[in-house]
């Protein structure tokens, strides 16, 4: 989930921290010039058998200087889930997210959704030593149950297109009512991302790739949710994509 979010710019392009305050000014950095910009938008390949080890979550998570997303920010995703599932009229039993990395949308989720139970799915051995996660792959996993919510966000990016391909039909298989799913892609590498704190070692696809993939098992809704095709759930017609 190495994805950094472009900053906020205040009206004189300042920039500003999660409250919406200046932020206090750090050290002058050399001008990020068109060509850096360029070499650091390029994606240096996928990661293969590289391992998800300390040293990539101390940069990309722990470090708070090289970090791509912040606790507040994650609280916020999880207080918009939380909401869309109520707004749903969701009853959440069993919740599912896949690439739970460092617990920073599980945390919130738990507070605001104490009575479901969480399966915390990590792929990196790392993680599951440190915080106990369950070791799997999600294109690769089974349950007995299906889940009421499947979170998986900023993880397929990591996965091949036959990988990616196989989570995204797992997803249908896993899910019977809400999926909220987000992957960081080619469009969003060019134009969206901070490509100083965003990890490059990725599969860049387009954002219609997935979507047609998800299409055959479920609605699109919006800001990332889609409701599993068949679930007693009503997306108002101005309300889904």
């Known amino acids: 989930m190495a994805v950094g979010r472009s900053e906020l710019l205040s009206g004189s392009g300042e920039p500003l921290n999660a409250a919406g305050e200046l932020e206090a000014p750090g050290p002058i950095q050399p001008p990020f010039s068109a060509s850096v910009a360029a070499a650091a938008r390029t994606p240096r390949g996928a990661p293969g058998a590289r391992r998800f080890d300390r040293e990539y979550y101390r940069r990309y998570y722990y470090d708070p200087r090289t970090a791509v997303v912040s606790r507040a920010e994650m609280r916020a995703r999880a207080r918009l889930i939380a909401a869309f599932a109520a707004h749903a009229g969701l009853p959440l039993r069993r919740i599912l997210e896949a690439g739970c990395g ?3 949308l599980r ?3 738990r507070r605001l959704l104490p009575r479901a139970r969480y399966v915390a799915l990590e792929a990196s051995e790392y993680l599951c030593r440190r915080h106990g996660w369950q070791h799997g792959r999600i294109e690769e996993y089974r349950d007995r ?3 009421d919510l499947v979170i998986c966000y900023d993880v397929l990016q990591y996965l091949d297109a036959a990988g990616a391909a196989r989570a995204l039909a797992n997803f249908g298989r896993l899910c019977r009512g809400v999926l909220y799913f987000s992957a960081l892609t ?3 590498f060019e134009h969206n991302c901070d490509p100083r704190r965003t990890d490059s070692e990725v599969h860049l696809r387009s954002a219609r790739w997935y979507r047609e993939r998800l299409a055959p098992r479920f609605r699109e809704a919006g800001l990332g949710f889609w409701v599993r095709r ?5 997306l108002w017609e101005l309300e889904r994509q």
């Open 102 to 104: 460092t617990g920073l």
């Open 107 to 109: 945390a919130p989720l």
């Open 145 to 147: 149950a299906r889940f």
């Open 186 to 188: 080619r469009g969003d």
């Open 230 to 234: 068949g679930a007693p759930l009503t």
